[in-house]
């Protein structure tokens, strides 16, 4: 993720399913600050 951030994924558990559904997400860790808060204005 070429962005220069640390990006730490650890994957949990696999199954077989249809590769038209979206991802689960079973964790977030918060509020993240701006990326980039210069273009952000």
Excluded: C, F, K
Excluded at 4 to 14: A, C, F, M
Excluded at 16 to 21: E, Q, V
């Amino acid at each position: 993720m070429g962005d220069n951030w640390e990006h730490y994924i650890e994957l949990q558990d696999t199954r077989d399913a249809s590769l038209d559904s979206s991802p689960v997400v079973v964790d977030e860790q918060g509020h993240a600050p701006s990326q980039y808060p210069d273009m952000d204005e």
